[in-house]
């Protein structure tokens, strides 16, 4: 599947990009600025941008989108602090972001989180994720993931308010869309462009190494967060099923060295679901992987996605892990606001539009997923049994 509309998105396009089509065409390479200023503004059309000249509004359109959404439709929950979106792209592939509103509190100023996509569904195929259910659908275009910002920077400014933080933790798996990740990163911190400091983008992967290492090699660009979900392989294989191509303990490899070159913190996330891997053993297994590691681990309790038989651990239980983690010595966070998280919203709305899976498809997955994780959980390695959905010849260092 690609994208139908084949003009690209300006949001996508660098500074220089512009101004080199714009010179090409015989206009003025200042140009260029006014049409970012006016694409970041808000503009849907070349018509919203007044101090361009008529011919080349017209131009403008012709070559480019101002935007790359079609349409989008708010779901408002939590007493509106969390805002759901669905876009529907060009070519009728949905994809979801979450706008998050965090009041201001003691000596912390409030703050306005956006949870965006990377690719329309994902084909790593966690089974407690929605997304996961869904399969691979295509990659995001670099103006496709800003157009998730500008869209959800433009209902704040509407209400006096501003975008302070942005998450890749929507649909997809960012590192299996790099190159379009770090052009819409580049994007972000571009004060011509959003103007965002590294420091406020997150980027989480569920562990796909080679793309680990690559940002390792460029230097800090963002916070990196790895869903981490088990310390040992024989679950993590259940979990999260690139674990099979790239094993935890390579995955937490990387992810050190990431964290002593760039002098970073790396967060680990952990969804914690009843019975499956939230046991000391489990929180034992974690401690033994990143003792005396620049780390912060955020525990969230499962949000229940209809195709798993699965629940969320309840939260005596998540407290107790996280007392086992913090008693070694290892940041903890409890993320205890179901409804306001992050991971656990997105992508459901997105899965419930592209229409539900035939109650046969779910009972199946249901009784593979009871049998794989009783053998995990006495500590066999299944054989790869289809649940990994991307061939291994299609990842990265596929031939290492
Ligand atoms: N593909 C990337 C980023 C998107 S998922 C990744 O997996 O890291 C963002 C986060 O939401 C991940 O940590 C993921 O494990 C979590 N998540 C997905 N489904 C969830 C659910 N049903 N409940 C709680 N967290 C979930
Ligand atoms: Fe993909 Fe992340 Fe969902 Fe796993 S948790 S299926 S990697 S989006």
Known sequence: MTDSDLRPGLSGLTQEALEAWLVARGDPAYRARQVMTGVWAGARS??????????????????????????????VSDGSRTEKAVHRLSDGAVIESVLMH?????????RNTVCISSQAGCAV???FCATGELGFGRDLSTAEILDQVREAAGRLAARGRRLTNIVFMGMGEPLLNLDRVLEAVDGLNDPDRFGLGARHITVSTSGVVPGIRRLTALGPQFTLAISLHAGRDALRDVLVPLNRRWPVREVIAAAREHAAKTRRRISYEVTLIAG????????????????????????IPMN???????????????ERFAERLRGAGIQTTVRRNRGQEIGAACGQLAADRAGAPSPAAVSRR????????????RGDRAPDD???????????GADR
């Open 46 to 75: 070349a018509a919203d941008v007044h101090v361009l000249p008529a011919g080349l509004r017209g131009a403008l359109d012709e070559a480019f989108r101002f935007d790359t959404i079609a349409s989008t439709e708010l779901v």
């Open 102 to 110: 965090y009041p201001a509190k003691a000596g912390q100023r409030e």
């Open 125 to 127: 195929g966690c089974p």
């Open 276 to 299: 499956i891997n939230d046991t000391d053993a489990d929180a034992d297994a974690i401690v033994e992987l990143l003792r005396g590691d620049l780390a912060h681990v955020n525990l």
């Open 304 to 318: 229940p996605v209809a195709h798993t038989p699965w629940t969320a651990s309840p939260m005596p239980v998540i």
């Open 366 to 377: 249901r009784e593979l997923l009871v049998r794989q994780s009783v053998a995990a959980l």
């Open 386 to 396: 289809g649940l990994l959905a991307v061939p291994s010849a299609a990842l990265p």
